[in-house]
């Protein structure tokens, strides 16, 4: 019997790739999705704003719950030896190596067998179960299955053509064996999609009994491909109070004269405090080459949080932090984040203002459903 164990760090839930073999890899998803690039292949969101209501009110739409846990692309292969291999793809492009030789996942035809060319869209959380920490890996896309892109079909093709030939089989092998769980690196579910005008059951039932923090809701276009990079038909929406951006921050510190005690100790020039904060600048990223990088606003970072962040003993200049707006209009800092390469890109950093701006309230959500729903089912008397 396997004696591995579940992974402790979602952040970190493997060996990550370097040098020659990250480049490999890189270059093998973007060879198995037929692309030129090699940069994170996975589909992102824009901000959901008020005019997105029309939008779910002219197409289908499916909603899940945004989790609060880390996105990953999870990509399915075979080593060098011919053995079942995994790695999970995350959007700084790193490939972090899954050495749990546990972890299993059936293909249809033979519980022994595996998925290989095989590259899956999920999330990865850390339910918490009682006193149990459990990760659990939701899966909501696929891209290819055992070498067959399924891009271009839509969306609830996709899933279902995921949920025969991965899910299935996996969580059958799983029913029928169910004491192997607590050796797996992570459980493997499937994510529950309801139709867009379910809100209020989303807010009522879905949301108040997850076992992971969540941080909002995605709707996602049922007649949409998959396509790489940012995507208009998935949209993801907050609270409107709770809408941040992603920037870099630039710490700036005064420059002092030396006083009578600095002189007497050797020190003659002027010299940066760097105990003292005068300013911070939150920075976005523009994309192109001349100007990669442009002062979007002020930070505000009270002396306590100052402290705070000087204890860490970490570099804070250049460091991707979330921001979010205080009542007062001014910018404070929620959290690092070292999980992202760039800070928000302006056009994506203008869609979570026009959120923040013309934000749409959970009430209004509700509000809109029936509407939504009546379009639906119109659509719905209309097909042949």
């Not at 005068?278 to 979007?296: F, H, I, P, S």
């Not at 460091?319 to 959290?335: A, F, L, P, T």
């Not at 026009?354 to 959970?362: A, K």
């Amino acid at each position: 019997m396997s004696q591995e164990r579940p992974i402790e760090s979602i952040g970190e839930p493997g060996i990550r790739a370097t040098g020659e073999v990250l480049q490999i890899m890189r270059a093998e998803v973007a060879g198995l999705l037929n692309r030129s690039q090699r940069s994170f292949p996975g589909a992102q969101p824009v901000s959901f704003a008020r005019s997105h209501i029309k939008e779910l009110q002219r197409e289908d739409y499916f909603v899940c719950e945004k989790s609060d846990g880390i996105r990953y692309l999870l990509y399915l292969t075979e080593d060098e030896l011919g053995q079942e291999a995994h790695y999970l793809i995350d959007r700084k492009n790193d490939y972090w190596f899954i050495n749990n030789k546990s972890l299993h996942l059936p293909t249809p035809q033979d519980v022994q067998s595996f998925h290989t060319q095989t590259l899956v869209d999920g999330e990865l959380v850390m339910d918490i179960e009682g006193t149990r920490r459990v990760p659990r890996f939701l899966l909501f896309d696929c891209l290819v299955i055992d070498g067959k892109n399924i891009m271009e079909r839509p969306l609830d093709k996709r899933l279902a053509y995921m949920k025969e030939h991965i899910y299935a089989p996996y969580k059958k092998l799983f029913q029928e064996f169910p004491e192997e769980l607590q050796y797996q690196p992570f459980e493997v579910r499937m994510k529950d999609m309801q139709l867009s005008y379910g809100m209020e059951m989303m807010f009522k039932d879905v949301l108040p009994h997850l076992k992971h923090g969540n941080d909002g809701l995605i709707f996602t276009c049922r007649t949409s491909s998959y396509r790489h990079g940012t995507d208009p038909h998935i949209l993801k929406w907050k609270p409107p109070e709770e809408n941040t951006i992603d920037c870099r921050l630039k710490i700036y510190f005064p420059l002092v004269e030396p006083d009578d005690e600095d002189i007497a100790n050797g020190i003659t020039q002027p010299y940066y405090d760097y105990h003292t904060l005068e300013r911070a600048e939150l920075w976005v990223y523009m994309g192109d080459n001349q100007t990669r990088y442009k002062k979007y606003a002020d930070a505000y970072i009270t002396d306590k949080e100052f402290e705070q962040l000087m204890a860490l003993g970490d570099p804070l200049n250049d460091r991707i932090v979330e921001s979010y707006r205080d009542d007062m209009g001014r910018w404070r800092i929620s959290r690092f984040r070292d999980d992202k390469l760039e800070a928000n890109h302006i056009s994506t950093l203008n869609s979570v203002m026009e959120s923040i701006e013309d934000g749409v309230t959970e009430q209004e959500l509700v509000n809109s459903a029936k509407l939504i729903k009546d379009s639906w089912k119109a659509r719905n008397q209309r097909r042949p």
